[in-house]
Nanobody, 123 residues
């Protein structure tokens, strides 16, 4: 069973930076990884994902483009999310997952999530 260890969250002021990490126990048959987030009282939303083979990154939220950078280290089964110029609206619990890459889209594996890491941005 795939397991995750997310880290790097914390509390920062607006304009600050954080780097999230997600270590996967084993990537298995999956060939992409992604970050999701959920703010209190709001729906889960996809942030970004990356192909573990080609390294192609996609950002699902327009609000994070140019501020967030997703990357991976396949040798360490680790994915990162560098978050710069953080805004209060980025406050959320951030989760990682794995999925199936098909034609430029990462389809998350159903029901496979980490416990999350909390990001809090104050104004």
């Amino acid at each position: 069973q795939v397991q995750f260890e997310e880290s790097g969250g914390g509390s920062v002021e607006a304009g600050g930076s954080l780097r999230l990490s997600c270590v996967v126990s084993e990537i298995g048959r999956y060939n992409c990884m992604g970050w999701f987030r959920q703010a209190p009282g709001k729906d889960l939303e996809e942030v970004a994902y990356i192909s573990t083979t080609a390294g192609i990154a996609q950002y699902s939220l327009d609000s994070v483009k140019g501020r967030f950078t997703i990357s991976r280290d396949n040798a360490k089964n680790t994915m990162f999310l560098q978050m710069n110029s953080l805004k209060p609206e980025d406050t959320a619990m951030y989760f990682c997952t794995v999925g199936d890459w098909d034609d430029g889209v990462c389809y998350p594996a159903a029901g496979i999530w980490g416990r999350g890491t909390q990001v809090t941005v104050s104004s």
